[in-house]
């Protein structure tokens, strides 16, 4: 069974660096993974993956040593157990309203005692090659990552990282909309129940991270004792390199 690396990093206490997979080639899931990425979120929320297409990444990066996670398309039990089935090194669970859906979560997620999550990891196991090794090691070793999000959450936040979560993950720009800012994720009041996160998530041990812009915002939050931080994505990249090109190029034919 292929170690977990970000469970190991979180374990260690050691920041990690994640990236977005919003792209189905699993080329470019390789691509981003062989660049050094300690992990890849790959981002069924918001992009149209089928379930074939998150299986073929799954299995295209488990030759390499970054974890996968997949965002779920929601708290779902159906959806979360076919991913996990895959052989996905966790999931993230977004848009969650409070301490009720966490702990739903982790009823859909982890196996008993722990949770009731339905048993068949068959594409998990490579068809039962590590049939023990997986049972023995899925509840600890396979993440449950859960986003706050919503005004609501934030409120809950104390009773959400006293459960049995493997670490939380602050999406702000969702946040600033729950909140009535419509983006605007640097409005004071915004920042507020963001510091209110990292505080109560310090304070209890609990892992946590969120996207950074940039480096020096990656740099921040690890300072602040962020272990999950991500930042950059398949198409990012691709818009900033593709638009860099066209431009250089376009200045080379006006100097001709």
């Known amino acids: 069974m292929k170690e977990n690396r970000l469970a190991k990093l979180i374990r260690e206490k050691k920041p990690s660096l ?13 691509i981003m993974a062989r660049a050094g990425y300690d992990w890849l979120l790959i981002d069924n929320e918001h992009h149209p993956f089928t379930e074939t297409q998150i299986q073929t990444i799954v299995y295209a990066l488990r030759n390499t040593e970054t974890t996968t996670i997949v965002r779920v398309r929601g708290n779902d039990p159906s959806h979360i157990k076919w991913v996990l089935d895959t052989g996905a ?17 982790i009823s859909y997620s982890k196996y008993p005692p722990l949770g009731n999550r339905g048993y068949s990891p068959v594409r998990a196991t490579d068809f039962w090659a590590f049939k ?40 702000y720009a969702d946040l600033s909309f729950s909140m009535g800012y419509k983006g605007n994720f ?18 209890y041990k609990k892992p946590w991270g969120m996207p950074a812009a940039t480096p020096q915002d990656f740099a921040l939050r690890v300072k602040q004792g962020a272990l ?18 066209v431009k250089q190029c376009r200045k080379a034919i006006e100097s001709l």
Request: include cysteine; proline fraction near 4%.
């Open 18 to 30: 994640g990236g977005w997979v919003c792209l189905a080639d699993p080329g470019v899931a390789i």
């Open 89 to 105: 090194d966790g999931i993230m669970v977004p848009m969650i309203e409070g301490a009720d859906d966490v702990r739903k979560a």
């Open 132 to 171: 023990q090794e997986y049972e023995e090691r899925a509840n600890k070793e396979v993440l449950l990552i859960c986003q706050i999000e919503q005004q609501s959450a934030v409120n809950e936040i104390e009773e959400i990282v006293k459960l049995p979560v493997d670490a939380i993950w602050i999406g």
């Open 186 to 203: 640097r409005h004071p009041d915004v920042q507020k129940c963001i510091e209110k996160i990292i505080r109560v998530a310090n304070e």
């Open 228 to 245: 999950l931080m991500s930042s950059g994505s398949d198409v990012s990249f691709l818009i900033a390199g593709a638009s860099e090109r």
